[in-house]
């Protein structure tokens, strides 16, 4: 069945790194973007960008940019999240959620939470 | 920035039908999606494209569109539909929004 797999919690310490991972199957990993959300406690999602899993090109959204990235690595249809220079307020849920102009972000994986805390 | 408006709660008896709006400028250009969440859990699809709903959703969802506007019904609730709903859709700049979200009580 098609899903979505993400990387365990996360426990980083202010100003440090971090790289949450998300592994699909059941379907062509390439025929599908891959956006990225992050919520934090009982809060809306908040989209982050996206990345076109066929020629890799990201694409931030305001507020995500520079500390974040975006990366694939299709030969295991894995999308990553990293964050660099962690900061408390990072603390949050983090999702990917593959996209098509057919069907929208049908598929989303089970979240990942990053805490951050000295 | 561009904003989905939605009331903050909504409550309803079992069986009953629950109606869950979300406003925005942009809505009559640009499709609305509701997703469900419920505690500790990721969101899931509901409706996409305004009025579309996805395999495996029970037939009591169904979206509908009135101008800036789009409507997200539940008819007969059952306990189980319990959980907060959000709306989603792009600005003109195709920046992907969410709404502030739902909280659906059934009583």
């Known amino acids: 069945q098609v899903q979505l797999v993400q990387s365990g919690s996360e426990l980083k310490k202010p100003g440090a790194s971090v790289k949450v991972s998300c592994k699909a199957s059941?379907?062509?990993?390439?025929?599908?973007?891959m956006n990225w959300m992050r919520q934090a406690p009982g809060q809306r999602p908040d989209w982050m960008g996206w990345?076109?899993?066929?020629?890799?090109?990201?694409t931030y959204a305001q507020g995500f940019t520079g500390r974040f990235v975006f990366s694939l690595d299709t030969s295991v249809s894995t999308a990553y999240l990293q964050i660099s220079s962690l900061k408390a307020e990072d603390s949050a849920v983090y999702y990917c959620?593959?996209?098509?102009?057919?069907?929208?972000?049908?598929?989303w994986g089970q979240g990942t939470t990053v805490t951050v805390s000295s | 920035s561009y904003e989905l408006t939605q009331p903050p709660s909504v409550s309803v008896s079992p069986g009953q039908t629950a109606r869950i709006t979300c406003s925005g400028d942009?809505?009559?250009?640009?499709?609305g999606y509701w997703y469900q969440q419920k505690p500790g859990q990721a969101p899931v699809m509901v409706i996409y494209?305004?009025?579309k709903r996805p395999s495996g959703i029970p037939e009591r969802f169904s979206g509908s569109i009135s101008g800036t506007t789009v409507t997200l019904t539940l008819s007969g609730v059952q306990a189980e539909d319990e959980a907060d709903y959000y709306c989603?859709?792009?600005?003109?700049?195709?920046?992907?929004?969410f709404g502030g979200g739902t909280k659906l009580t059934v009583l």
């Open positions: 959620a593959r996209y098509s102009e057919s069907h929208g972000m049908d598929v």
């Open positions: 942009a809505l009559p250009k640009q499709y």
């Open positions: 059941g379907y062509t990993f390439t025929n599908y973007a």
């Open positions: 494209k305004d009025n």
């Open positions: 990345i076109a899993t066929n020629t890799g090109n990201p």
């Open positions: 989603q859709s792009a600005d003109n700049n195709d920046t992907w929004v």
